[in-house]
C-alpha cells in the first residue's frame, strides 16, 4: 500500500547560497536528503532534527512545517489525523520516543520562590560558602555518641551507606542499547567531574566505564539484562527499576535494530532479537517480594551501597512509596510523567501517569506524616528544565533531582523524538557506528559540566536571594513557595500559599 | 577443611555474613545443617566453594552466585538461581517458582518438580549458556520470555494425568532451546515457539547433560534416553517486532 502521509516538514534549501558540499546529504541519517546535480531534499523522511541545518556552512537550509497539509481545525490535528492515517496504513501500535509532549499544565510555572528583603538580609553567593552537597542514603533516627579511652567523643551510631553529590542533579537512567556508549562515556565522564551520578539504565554497563565507577548507579530491571556480582559492586549505588514516568506499568521493549555485537554481549541475547523487559518483575508481585529483592542485592554488595527504587508517579505514589520504604529501599527515585523515554507505545507516554511536581509533594508529606521520612532519600525526576525547576522540587521535599531530556539536549538532542527509530543523526539514541561517531564523549562531557555548573551557580544564586547559605536550609521548604493560578485543591495538594499571603 | 554451621534459630543475615568472611579467609567447604528458610545462600559469591545444605534453604538460594556449587538434599524455595552468573545447583527434591530468572550461565539440576516460570528470561552469550535441567515436571509458564539457555524437562514418575509443563509454555521465546521427553499438548504452548524433532546434535547435547544429571540423582541415563524427546525453538527472534506503526 502507498502510504498516503503527507510530509510534515517542507525542507528549503537556498540554492544560490548552497555550495554544493554535500555535507546535509551525509548528515541526513534518516535519508531525507539526495544529491542529483544540486541538494534535493526529500521532505517525506526528515524528521526536523536539524543536523543539516546546523552543520551547513552557508546556513542555506531551513525547516519548516508543511503548514496546510491538514486542513486547520481545533479538534483535529495536524498530529491527530497523521497518526489515524499511520495505523490505518499498518494496524500497528503508535511508537514513541522522549517525553510527554502535550499541553498539560505544567505546574513549575506556576510557582514562584520566596527572597529576603529588608528584615531578614540575603547573602551574596559570589562572597560567601553557598552549600550544595547533598548526602543520598538512609538517615539515622538520631545519633548516639561514646567516649574513647583518650576522652575524646566519638560517633557510636552505624551509618547506612551514604552516596555524596557536589550537585543535587543527578544523570537520568538511559541503558546502553537506547542510547550509544559515547553517550554513555559521556555521562560517566561528567559525572567524575562534576562530583554527581549517572545511572546505566537498564542495559548494563560497558567495561570501558568500570573506572567511573564511584559515580555511576547501576540499575536492576525486570529483563535482568547485564546484572551479575561484579555489576553490582561496581557503582555508587544499585537501583531497582520499577516504572519509568514515560510508560508507567508497561515493560520495555529495545527494537532489534539497536541490538548489534556489543549490545548482544552486554545484555547476554541473541543479535537482531528485540530486548524484551517484561512489565514487572517475575520476583516482584508484592511489598515483600521486593523486600526480597532489596536485601538480595545488599547481601550481593555486604551491605556497602545504598540500594534505590524507582516508580513512575501514577495515583496511589504516596501509599507505593511508603511501601518501599518500609521494604527496606535507602533512597525512592520518582520519575514523574514527563519523563523521557527510548521507546514506549504513544498512548502511554501521552495519557498515562501523573505530574511529578504532585506526586513529590504527596510522597515527602506521606512519609513525614508516617514520620518515616529519615528512612529514604527521595529523588525526583521527569522533565526538570533548569535550575528554577531543581530549587522548586528540593523546595517540594526532593533530596536530589534528575535530569535526562536536558542533558540529552546539552549533547546535541533536538527532541525529534525518533530514539526508536536507532537512527539519531546526533549520535546519541543509536548503534549505528557511524552516527555514534558523531558524539565525541570529550566535548559532550565537557558540555553536560558546564550544565551542572551553570545550573549549580544559578542554584547557589537563588539560595542567596532566600537568605540560606546550604541546600539543606531549603530541602523540603514550602514555605519559600507560593503558587500562581493554581487552584485551591492543588494547592492544598502541593502544600504552599497562593501568591500574596505571607506567613 | 570443612565448615559446619548449625543454622538453627540462625538469622540469613548472620548465616550469610559467616560464610563471606570465612571465604575471604579461604575457607572452600560448608555444610549447613538444620537450614530452615534462610534466604540468600552463596548469593554473590563469586568463589568455587562448594555449600551443602542439610534442610530446606529460603528464597533466592544462589542469587547472583559466580561460581560455587551448592548441593540442597531437601526441596529448594522460590527463586533459587535468580540471575546466577556461573556455579551449579544440586536440588534432591523440588524447587518452587520463578527458577532462574534471568540466569547468565552455570548449571541447575533438580531431581524433582519445578514451579512456575521456570527459566523465565535465561539469557545466553557464546560460550557462556546456562542449563536447567528438571527430572519432573513444570507449572505455568515455563521458559516465558527465555532469551538463550538450555532448559531441559523430563517428567519422570509422574502420573498418567499431569502433563510434563503447564500452559503458556515458552510463550513470549525467542533465543534458547528447550527440550522436553515426551509430548506436549498444542495447546498448552506458547505463540511463539515451535516443536522440531531433536537432531543427531541435540542427542548429543542431551546425552552430555543428561549423563551429569543421572550421576547426581542416581538415574540410569540408558532408560531416561529410551523415550522421544520434543524440542521446542522460538518461531521469531522477534516475536514483538510487528506491533507497531512506522
Known amino acids: 500500500m502507498t502510504s498516503e502521509l503527507p510530509p510534515e516538514f517542507i525542507v528549503k534549501v537556498d540554492h544560490d547560497r548552497c555550495r554544493r558540499c554535500k555535507r546535509c546529504v551525509m548528515s541526513c541519517s534518516f535519508g531525507g536528503m539526495q544529491f542529483t546535480d544540486k541538494v534535493v531534499p526529500e521532505h517525506r523522511n526528515c524528521v526536523a532534527c536539524q543536523r543539516c541545518a546546523t552543520f551547513c556552512p552557508e546556513s542555506a537550509i531551513a525547516i519548516t512545517r508543511n503548514e496546510l497539509a491538514y486542513k486547520e481545525n481545533a479538534n483535529w490535528s495536524p498530529e491527530t489525523r497523521q497518526n489515524i492515517l499511520k495505523q490505518a496504513e499498518t494496524g500497528g501500535m503508535l511508537l514513541a520516543g522522549m517525553g510527554n509532549p502535550r499541553e498539560y499544565q505544567i505546574i513549575w510555572d506556576h510557582l514562584v520562590i520566596d527572597a529576603c528583603q529588608v528584615t531578614n538580609p540575603s547573602i551574596d553567593p559570589l562572597r560567601e560558602p553557598m552549600e550544595l552537597r547533598?548526602?543520598?542514603?538512609?538517615?539515622?533516627?538520631?545519633?548516639?555518641?561514646?567516649?574513647?579511652?583518650?576522652?575524646?567523643?566519638?560517633?557510636?551510631?552505624?551509618?547506612?551507606?551514604?552516596?555524596?553529590?557536589?550537585?543535587?542533579?543527578?544523570?537520568?537512567?538511559?541503558?546502553?542499547?537506547?542510547?550509544?556508549?559515547?553517550?554513555?562515556?559521556?555521562?560517566?565522564?561528567?559525572?567524575?567531574?562534576?562530583?554527581?551520578?549517572?545511572?546505566?539504565?537498564?542495559?548494563?554497563?560497558?567495561?570501558?566505564?568500570?573506572?567511573?565507577?564511584?559515580?555511576?548507579?547501576?540499575?536492576?530491571?525486570?529483563?535482568?539484562?547485564?546484572?551479575?556480582?561484579?555489576?553490582?559492586?561496581?557503582?555508587?549505588?544499585?537501583?531497582?527499576?520499577?516504572?519509568?514516568?514515560?510508560?508507567?506499568?508497561?515493560?520495555?521493549?529495545?527494537?532489534?535494530?539497536?541490538?548489534?555485537?556489543?549490545?548482544?554481549?552486554?545484555?547476554?541475547?541473541?543479535?537482531?532479537?528485540?530486548?524484551?523487559?517484561?512489565?514487572?518483575?517475575?520476583?516482584?508481585?508484592?511489598?515483600?517480594?521486593?523486600?526480597?529483592?532489596?536485601?538480595?542485592?545488599?547481601?550481593?554488595?555486604?551491605?556497602?551501597?545504598?540500594?534505590?527504587?524507582?516508580?513512575?508517579?501514577?495515583?496511589?505514589?504516596?501509599?507505593?512509596?511508603?511501601?518501599?520504604?518500609?521494604?527496606?529501599?535507602?533512597?525512592?527515585?520518582?520519575?514523574?510523567?514527563?519523563?523521557?523515554?527510548?521507546?514506549?507505545?504513544?498512548?502511554?507516554?501521552?495519557?498515562?501517569?501523573?505530574?511529578?511536581?504532585?506526586?513529590?509533594?504527596?510522597?515527602?508529606?506521606?512519609?513525614?506524616?508516617?514520620?518515616?521520612?529519615?528512612?529514604?532519600?527521595?529523588?525526583?525526576?521527569?522533565?526538570?528544565?533548569?535550575?528554577?525547576?531543581?530549587?522548586?522540587?528540593?523546595?517540594?521535599?526532593?533530596?536530589?533531582?534528575?535530569?535526562?531530556?536536558?542533558?540529552?539536549?546539552?549533547?546535541?538532542?533536538?527532541?525529534?523524538?525518533?530514539?526508536?527509530?536507532?537512527?539519531?543523526?546526533?549520535?546519541i539514541a543509536t548503534q549505528k557506528p557511524e552516527l555514534v561517531r558523531r558524539l565525541d564523549p570529550q566535548v559532550g562531557a565537557m558540555r553536560l559540566s558546564n550544565l551542572l555548573t551553570a545550573w549549580s551557580l544559578e542554584l547557589k544564586e537563588v539560595l542567596g536571594s532566600l537568605g540560606v547559605n546550604s541546600i539543606e536550609s531549603l530541602r523540603g521548604s514550602r514555605e519559600r513557595l507560593r503558587g500562581v493560578g493554581l487552584d485551591e485543591q492543588t494547592l492544598k495538594l502541593l502544600g504552599i500559599k497562593p501568591a500574596g499571603i505571607g506567613q | 577443611m570443612v565448615r559446619r554451621i548449625d543454622c538453627t534459630g540462625l538469622y540469613y543475615r548472620k548465616q550469610n555474613k559467616i560464610i563471606r568472611d570465612a571465604v575471604k579467609k579461604g575457607e572452600t567447604e560448608f555444610i549447613l545443617e538444620n537450614a530452615n528458610g534462610q534466604r540468600y545462600i552463596g548469593n554473590g559469591i563469586n568463589e568455587k566453594i562448594k555449600i551443602t545444605v542439610n534442610g530446606v534453604p529460603g528464597n533466592d538460594l544462589a542469587m547472583f552466585m559466580n561460581g560455587p556449587t551448592i548441593i540442597v538434599n531437601a526441596n529448594a524455595q522460590d527463586g533459587a538461581a535468580n540471575t546466577m552468573n556461573a556455579g551449579e545447583v544440586i536440588v534432591h527434591g523440588n524447587a518452587g517458582d520463578v527458577l532462574g530468572y534471568g540466569m547468565r550461565g552455570g548449571k541447575l539440576y533438580i531431581k524433582e518438580n519445578v514451579g512456575y516460570r521456570t527459566g523465565i528470561h535465561m539469557k545466553e552469550y557464546k560460550k557462556q549458556v546456562p542449563i536447567i535441567i528438571a527430572g519432573g515436571v513444570a507449572g505455568d509458564f515455563c521458559g516465558e520470555y527465555m532469551a538463550g539457555g538450555i532448559l531441559i524437562l523430563l517428567g519422570l514418575n509422574r502420573g498418567k494425568e499431569t502433563p510434563i509443563a503447564g500452559d503458556y509454555l515458552g510463550t513470549g521465546m525467542h533465543g534458547g532451546v528447550i527440550y522436553i521427553r515426551g509430548e506436549v499438548d498444542e495447546h498448552t504452548l506458547g505463540k511463539e515457539v515451535s516443536v522440531l524433532e531433536p537432531d543427531e546434535k541435540d542427542m548429543k547435547l542431551l546425552k552430555k547433560h543428561l549423563s551429569e544429571f543421572c550421576e547426581h540423582f542416581g538415574f540410569d541415563l540408558k532408560e531416561i534416553m529410551k523415550k522421544p524427546f520434543i524440542k521446542l525453538l522460538p518461531v521469531s527472534s522477534r516475536p514483538y517486532g510487528d506491533l507497531y506503526a512506522y
Not at chain 1, 528554577?388 to 527532541?415: E, H, Q, Y
Open chain 1, 134 to 427: 547533598t548526602y543520598l542514603g538512609r538517615k539515622p533516627e538520631h545519633l548516639e555518641f561514646s567516649v574513647d579511652a583518650n576522652g575524646e567523643l566519638e560517633l557510636a551510631t552505624e551509618l547506612a551507606p551514604q552516596v555524596k553529590l557536589d550537585v543535587p542533579i543527578i544523570f537520568a537512567a538511559m541503558s546502553y542499547g537506547a542510547v550509544s556508549l559515547n553517550t554513555h562515556r559521556s555521562l560517566a565522564m561528567a559525572a567524575q567531574k562534576s562530583g554527581s551520578l549517572m545511572n546505566t539504565g537498564e542495559g548494563g554497563l560497558h567495561t570501558d566505564l568500570y573506572p567511573y565507577s564511584e559515580n555511576i548507579i547501576v540499575q536492576v530491571a525486570s529483563g535482568r539484562f547485564g546484572v551479575h556480582s561484579e555489576y553490582l559492586n561496581t557503582c555508587a549505588m544499585v537501583e531497582i527499576k520499577i516504572g519509568q514516568g514515560a510508560k508507567p506499568g508497561i515493560g520495555g521493549h529495545l527494537p532489534g535494530e539497536k541490538v548489534g555485537e556489543e549490545i548482544s554481549k552486554t545484555r547476554m541475547i541473541p543479535v537482531g532479537t528485540d530486548a524484551l523487559s517484561p512489565a514487572p518483575h517475575h520476583d516482584i508481585y508484592s511489598i515483600e517480594d521486593l523486600s526480597q529483592l532489596i536485601y538480595a542485592i545488599k547481601e550481593a554488595t555486604d551491605y556497602t551501597k545504598p540500594v534505590s527504587v524507582k516508580i513512575s508517579a501514577v495515583h496511589n505514589v504516596a501509599a507505593i512509596a511508603s511501601g518501599i520504604v518500609r521494604a527496606g529501599a535507602d533512597i525512592v527515585t520518582i520519575d514523574g510523567f514527563r519523563g523521557g523515554t527510548g521507546a514506549t507505545p504513544m498512548v502511554i507516554r501521552d495519557h498515562v501517569g501523573i505530574p511529578i511536581e504532585l506526586a513529590l509533594a504527596a510522597v515527602d508529606q506521606r512519609l513525614r506524616d508516617e514520620g518515616i521520612r529519615n528512612n529514604a532519600s527521595l529523588i525526583c525526576a521527569g522533565g526538570l528544565r533548569s535550575s528554577g525547576d531543581v530549587a522548586k522540587a528540593i523546595a517540594l521535599g526532593a533530596d536530589a533531582t534528575i535530569i535526562g531530556t536536558a542533558a540529552l539536549v546539552a549533547i546535541g538532542c533536538r527532541i525529534c523524538q525518533k530514539c526508536y527509530t536507532g537512527n539519531c543523526a546526533w549520535g
